[in-house]
C-alpha cells in the first residue's frame, strides 16, 4: 500500500530537548516536503527536498533542519524546541507534481 | 508572494450539492488541487486539475477552473455527511521545471446538516 509514514503520532516536550520527527515513504518519490499545520494560519511549508542531498527552505524554516540522506526518509529535526513550535505537522511526498501524499500528522506540543 | 483564498465555512443539508471556491492569485500556476481533512487524520488528495483544462469531473466530483478570473470551484454531488471535513484549495506557482511546491488555502469547513 502507497503510504507516507510519521513518527510519533503524538509527541509532548520540554523546551530545548531536541526532537526528532521522522517521515518514510514507500512509493519511490523524488519530492518529500515538511508543512506544519496552525488554526488560523493554515499550512505552511517548513522544508522541501527534490531529491537525495538537495534540500531548501520553504516559508517558516526558522528553527527546524532537514536531512535527505535516503530517498525514501526526510526526518524533521528541531535542535532546541520552543513552545511555539507547538503545531500539527505533516510530512508529504510526491513525484510528477500531479499528485502529493501526506503522513498522518504528528502532533507536537512544547511545555 | 503567491496567495490562495477560500471562504472558511460552508453548511449543505445532506442530498444537496456543495460548491466549494477557491481564489489564486498566481496565473502561471501549473496544478490546482483539492484535499480533504477529516478531523484528527491526514490531508487526502481528493482530486487536481492542470491549469490548461476548465474541467474535470470524477465521479461525485466536478472542479471547474476559470483560469481568466484566478477561479477555482469544487462540486461536490448529493453531498453526505460523511463529507464532513475541511477542504483545501492548493495550486504549485510556476517556479522552474521540476519545482513542486505547494501553496495551501486555509481550508473551508464544510458541514453536512442531515
Known amino acids: 500500500e502507497a503510504q507516507v509514514t510519521q513518527n510519533p503520532r503524538y509527541l509532548i516536550t520540554v523546551t530545548g530537548k531536541k526532537l526528532t520527527v521522522t517521515c518514510s515513504q514507500n512509493?519511490?518519490?523524488?519530492?518529500m516536503s515538511w508543512y506544519r499545520q496552525d488554526p488560523g494560519l493554515g499550512l505552511r511549508q517548513i522544508y522541501y527536498s527534490m531529491n537525495v542531498e538537495v534540500t531548501d527552505k520553504g516559508d517558516v524554516p526558522e528553527g527546524y533542519k532537514v536531512s535527505r540522506k535516503e530517498k525514501r526518509n526526510f526526518p524533521l529535526i528541531l535542535e532546541s524546541p520552543s513552545p511555539n513550535q507547538t503545531s500539527l505537522y505533516f510530512c508529504a511526498s510526491g513525484d510528477s507534481g500531479a499528485e502529493a501524499f501526506f503522513g498522518q500528522g504528528t502532533r507536537l506540543t512544547v511545555v | 508572494g503567491e496567495d490562495v483564498e477560500q471562504s472558511l465555512f460552508l453548511s449543505v443539508r445532506e442530498g444537496d450539492s456543495s460548491v466549494i471556491n477557491c481564489t489564486y492569485t498566481d496565473s502561471s500556476s501549473t496544478y490546482l488541487y483539492w484535499y480533504k481533512q477529516e478531523p484528527g487524520a491526514g490531508l487526502q488528495l481528493l482530486t487536481y486539475?492542470?491549469?490548461?483544462?476548465d474541467m474535470k469531473q470524477d465521479q461525485r466530483l466536478t472542479v471547474l477552473l476559470n483560469k481568466k478570473d484566478k477561479h477555482l470551484s469544487l462540486r461536490i454531488a448529493d453531498t453526505q455527511t460523511g463529507d464532513s471535513a475541511i477542504y483545501f484549495c492548493a495550486e504549485i506557482p510556476y517556479s522552474g521545471a521540476g519545482s513542486y511546491q505547494l501553496t495551501f488555502g486555509k481550508g473551508t469547513k464544510l458541514s453536512v446538516i442531515p
Open positions: 486539475i492542470f491549469s490548461n483544462m
Open positions: 512509493m519511490n518519490h523524488e519530492y
